[in-house]
């Protein structure tokens, strides 16, 4: 039984709920978020949702996610220059994910199911975004997860749920206050929700705090990352500004050589290579890599023939031939002449092993899986951002880390430099900007650890996808049986 009735509830107040879970989802969402602030955005029209009929909880929930998605306007039409449509669709669809997850809890808590009330939001939210995250070309793009980027005790759920489990949480906890404070029950069901509430928060927080610093450190790893956003676009590598870039790039790799590195990492497609010019190209690199002692991974657009590539070139320092990784997930519309890759790059330093992903490879979950589970300790990613968005997209690379058991070294033009370990916390954060070729030298002690994740997979978002579907099954089958009741009850009065 609701608390209030609709016809009670003021127009007013309903209103300024959703002006403020609209203001708190507008700084605590988008490219570069408040944390802190996504916890408490769903609350206040998830209060109004529940004292309101079913027709203004819809139009509540759509409008508070719409206005807060908004934030995402600027970098969607104007960085990305998606089209209208497209990038309305992008903030309207996580609005009718909070709308009808809000609406199956609502009217299971009007059913005399609180419990399930509870639980029903924050697994149709999870069910909802696992299903768009497995069709969209996009991936994960804009899950709420990447708000908690610099909340790490949370972040380590991620270990054992992947980013669905802190995706749960963030609706979990405003769902049980609305449920609790809209919903008359008994004594001892407020008690021990608050109790179970309580509990939850208490267990991740202590997992969270216990996992950061516990590991196992391998021998110290010793990386250069460099970057340089100059020439804007890819030119062909015989280009004036192509060659005037590289000679500032081999000197950069030559003083960062000084500080004896075992790996050295550059950005997505630097230049471009056609097949007249590759071989030249890769023995100026392979010098390089022979005369400085150190492994050089290198983004190449390599344009062999009718097939062009964004391709990731392996020069290993001992002069052994080199190896090439072409990225799988390409941006739409973008990147269309690119053939996507199949194959995955492993390869061995000693007792590391370490692979390579190229950016948006990154924002999907499989691939990365993929190199847990076949050992690697660190993952290396040449990447392109668009300057807006390089702290959000270098966050996503990071919660692969967290999720898989690894370490991840990511150098983006137009982006960030950043390495993060196993447990997300960030040990170089540069903008690549800083310099003509911006460049870090870093120390780090790996810890290879395959995580509960890595093994299982999506687990949890198949467990929420099921729950969600339980709870609308349950309500299906109750609303037969009142109507059943019904027909009889009116044929027994006739």
């Given at each position: 039984?609701?608390?209030?009735?609709s016809?009670?509830?003021?127009?007013w107040?309903a209103l300024a709920?959703m002006?403020?879970?609209?203001?708190?989802?507008f700084?605590?969402?988008?490219?570069?978020?408040?944390?802190?602030?996504?916890?408490?955005?769903?609350?206040?029209v998830?209060?109004?949702?529940?004292?309101?009929?079913?027709?203004?909880?819809?139009l509540?929930?759509?409008?508070?996610?719409?206005i807060?998605?908004?934030n995402?306007?600027?970098?969607?039409?104007?960085?990305?220059g998606?089209?209208?449509a497209i990038?309305l669709?992008?903030?309207?669809?996580?609005?009718?994910?909070f709308?009808?997850a809000t609406?199956?809890?609502?009217?299971?808590?009007?059913?005399?199911?609180?419990?399930?009330?509870?639980?029903?939001?924050p697994?149709?939210?999870?069910g909802?975004?696992f299903?768009?995250?497995?069709?969209?070309?996009?991936?994960?793009?804009?899950?709420?997860a990447y708000t908690?980027m610099?909340?790490?005790p949370?972040?380590?759920?991620?270990s054992v749920?992947?980013?669905?489990?802190?995706?749960f949480v963030l609706?979990l906890?405003?769902s049980?206050?609305?449920?609790?404070?809209?919903?008359?029950?008994?004594?001892r069901w407020?008690?021990?929700?608050?109790?179970?509430?309580?509990?939850?928060?208490?267990a991740?927080?202590?997992?969270?705090?216990w996992?950061l610093?516990?590991?196992?450190a391998?021998?110290?790893?010793r990386?250069?990352?460099?970057?340089?956003?100059?020439p804007?676009?890819?030119?062909p590598?015989?280009?004036?500004a192509?060659?005037?870039m590289?000679?500032a790039?081999e000197?950069?790799?030559?003083?960062a050589?000084?500080?004896?590195?075992q790996l050295?990492?550059?950005?997505?497609?630097?230049?471009?290579?056609?097949?007249s010019r590759?071989?030249?190209l890769?023995?100026?690199?392979q010098r390089?890599?022979?005369?400085?002692?150190?492994?050089?991974?290198?983004?190449?657009d390599?344009r062999?023939?009718?097939?062009?590539?964004?391709?990731?070139?392996?020069f290993?320092?001992?002069g052994?031939?080199?190896?090439?990784?072409?990225?799988?997930?390409?941006?739409?519309?973008?990147?269309?002449?690119?053939?996507?890759?199949?194959e995955?790059?492993?390869?061995?330093l000693?007792d590391l092993?370490w692979?390579?992903?190229i950016?948006?490879d990154?924002d999907f979950?499989?691939?990365?899986?993929e190199?847990?589970?076949?050992g690697?300790?660190?993952?290396?990613?040449p990447?392109?951002d668009?300057?807006?968005d390089?702290?959000?997209?270098?966050?996503m690379?990071v919660m692969?880390?967290?999720?898989?058991?690894?370490?991840?070294a990511?150098s983006a033009?137009?982006?960030?430099?950043?390495l993060?370990?196993?447990?997300?916390?960030m040990?170089a954060?540069?903008?690549s900007a800083?310099a003509?070729?911006t460049s870090?030298?870093?120390d780090?002690?790996l810890?290879?650890?395959?995580?509960?994740?890595?093994r299982?997979?999506?687990?949890?978002?198949?467990?929420?996808?099921?729950?969600?579907?339980?709870?609308?099954?349950?309500?299906?089958?109750?609303?037969?049986?009142?109507?059943?009741c019904?027909r009889t009850t009116?044929?027994d009065r006739?």
């Amino acid at each position: 039984m609701a608390c209030a009735s609709s016809s009670a509830l003021a127009r007013w107040p309903a209103l300024a709920a959703m002006t403020a879970s609209a203001a708190m989802l507008f700084f605590g969402t988008g490219v570069e978020p408040l944390w802190w602030a996504t916890w408490l955005a769903p609350l206040p029209v998830l209060l109004a949702a529940q004292r309101s009929s079913w027709r203004m909880a819809l139009l509540l929930c759509l409008g508070a996610w719409m206005i807060g998605g908004s934030n995402l306007w600027p970098y969607l039409h104007g960085t990305l220059g998606l089209p209208v449509a497209i990038a309305l669709l992008a903030i309207v669809t996580p609005a009718w994910h909070f709308a009808v997850a809000t609406l199956l809890s609502r009217a299971l808590a009007r059913h005399g199911q609180p419990w399930a009330a509870v639980f029903a939001l924050p697994a149709a939210w999870v069910g909802a975004d696992f299903l768009d995250a497995s069709l969209s070309p996009h991936g994960t793009f804009g899950n709420l997860a990447y708000t908690q980027m610099d909340n790490l005790p949370v972040l380590q759920i991620a270990s054992v749920t992947g980013l669905w489990g802190v995706d749960f949480v963030l609706m979990l906890f405003p769902s049980a206050l609305a449920i609790l404070l809209c919903h008359a029950a008994t004594r001892r069901w407020r008690i021990g929700l608050v109790v179970a509430m309580t509990a939850l928060a208490a267990a991740g927080l202590s997992f969270g705090h216990w996992r950061l610093p516990s590991s196992t450190a391998w021998a110290p790893l010793r990386l250069a990352l460099l970057a340089t956003d100059a020439p804007a676009q890819p030119l062909p590598v015989q280009d004036p500004a192509v060659q005037d870039m590289l000679a500032a790039v081999e000197q950069a790799i030559a003083e960062a050589s000084r500080q004896r590195p075992q790996l050295l990492l550059l950005p997505e497609t630097i230049l471009a290579v056609d097949e007249s010019r590759s071989s030249e190209l890769r023995e100026r690199l392979q010098r390089v890599a022979t005369r400085e002692k150190v492994t050089l991974v290198v983004g190449i657009d390599d344009r062999d023939g009718d097939s062009e590539l964004n391709a990731a070139w392996v020069f290993p320092s001992n002069g052994a031939p080199a190896s090439s990784y072409a990225k799988h997930h390409l941006l739409p519309g973008f990147e269309r002449r690119y053939r996507p890759g199949r194959e995955l790059l492993l390869q061995d330093l000693g007792d590391l092993r370490w692979g390579v992903a190229i950016c948006k490879d990154m924002d999907f979950l499989g691939l990365p899986r993929e190199y847990a589970r076949q050992g690697a300790g660190l993952l290396l990613v040449p990447a392109w951002d668009f300057k807006r968005d390089g702290w959000l997209h270098s966050r996503m690379a990071v919660m692969r880390g967290i999720e898989n058991g690894y370490a991840v070294a990511r150098s983006a033009r137009n982006g960030r430099i950043t390495l993060s370990d196993s447990r997300g916390r960030m040990l170089a954060d540069v903008a690549s900007a800083e310099a003509r070729v911006t460049s870090r030298v870093l120390d780090l002690e790996l810890r290879a650890e395959p995580t509960l994740y890595a093994r299982l997979g999506d687990w949890f978002a198949w467990i929420s996808l099921g729950t969600a579907l339980a709870c609308l099954l349950w309500l299906w089958i109750s609303w037969r049986r009142r109507s059943a009741c019904a027909r009889t009850t009116r044929k027994d009065r006739e």
